[in-house]
């Protein structure tokens, strides 16, 4: 035991006695150098909401009465034209009741031209020639009903756009509720989000907020045009649609972001010349007693004030921002006026 009491009396004192290695000064030569103090600046903290590009006009199309499709014209991508044929089905049931109502228009006419005949002649009452007009009327009404459902085994499109899904082939079963097609505009776009219940009170109807979409460059500035009024009941959030401008590379669903500002905050900033991007970093030169020491940092927004720091640089501190790619860590500089 005295031993071990003796080892560690000897540690204590060695490290008592123990004083720092001096540093070497630098010999890096000298550099010239601007610097800029980095401040502080009032602005807006937002947070980033998924959505996916929409069209403001679509369809699922479908059939208004029951048959099979005989023909089917429209192909995925395809451009139509609102009226244009997309498919036609086999209503034979229907044919009939036209052939049928028809016979009954026949019927009903002649009745009809021969009670004018006998009341002209005062051989029949006025209440037969009442009752003959009124099914001359019905058998013409039931031949309108008639052509009406037969004009339904042409499935036309509703409005000028492009067929984005096929939903049927020939000699599939058409019924109503069971779409056939789905068709788009693809000339008004908009951008849907479903936005959390606490976010809901940051946006109005007819604000502005980015929108960026990954094949387009530039955020877009889209325009909010729709607020769900209920929440979904799953999920708490409230669907918002927003109006996009026309930008080439749009499409409908494409995934994006839309920046909802949600306090006002105070932003550090720093002129863009300062960062430096090397592969997935993000690196600046921070002056301090005239050394330049290299800093890793996390940037955030891109302002016409300057590049958000989130994190590593504190406010106050020189950062350089002329020619920072030629220097080097712990390299000795000069601050130019």
Request: proline share 7%.
């Amino acid at each position: 035991m005295k031993p071990l009491l003796l080892l560690l009396s000897l540690l204590l004192i060695a490290c008592g006695r123990h004083e720092p290695v001096p540093v070497a000064p630098s010999t890096l030569p000298r550099f010239e150098v601007k610097v800029q103090t980095a401040g502080l600046q009032p602005g807006t903290a937002v947070e980033e909401v998924v959505g996916t590009v929409r069209s403001k006009l679509r369809a699922m199309v479908e059939a208004k009465v029951s048959g099979r499709v005989l023909e089917y014209l429209a192909t995925p991508g395809g451009i139509v034209k609102a009226g244009d044929l997309l498919a036609r089905l086999d209503v034979q049931e229907i044919q009939a009741k036209v052939d049928q109502a028809k016979a009954l228009l026949d019927q009903a006419q002649r009745d009809f031209a021969r009670q004018q005949q006998l009341a002209a002649s005062n051989a029949t009452t006025r209440q037969e020639t009442d009752a003959a007009n009124a099914r001359l009327k019905v058998a013409v009404a039931g031949v309108s009903e008639a052509e009406t459902m037969m004009s339904y085994a042409r499935v036309t499109a509703p409005f000028d756009g492009v067929v984005t899904r096929k939903l049927a082939d020939v000699g599939d079963l058409a019924m109503p509720g069971k779409p056939l097609l789905e068709i788009e505009a693809p000339t008004a776009l908009r951008f849907e989000a479903d936005l959390p219940e606490a976010m809901l009170d940051r946006i109005r109807m007819g604000a502005t907020m980015p929108v960026k979409i990954a094949s387009v460059t530039a955020p877009l500035e889209a325009i909010v045009s729709e607020i769900a009024p209920v929440a979904d009941p799953v999920s708490r959030t409230f669907q918002v649609k927003l109006d996009l401008p026309a930008a080439e590379g749009l499409r409908t669903g494409q995934f994006g972001r839309v920046a909802v500002p949600v306090a006002e905050t105070q932003l550090l900033l720093v002129p863009p010349d300062a960062v430096m991007k090397r592969g997935q970093m993000e690196l600046v030169f921070v002056v301090k007693e005239g050394i330049a020491t290299l800093r890793l940092v996390k940037t955030g927004k891109v302002l016409a004030a300057g590049v958000e720091v989130l994190s590593g640089l504190e406010a106050g501190e020189a950062v350089v921002i002329s020619n920072p790619a030629q220097l080097a860590d712990g390299q000795p500089v000069t601050i130019l006026p």
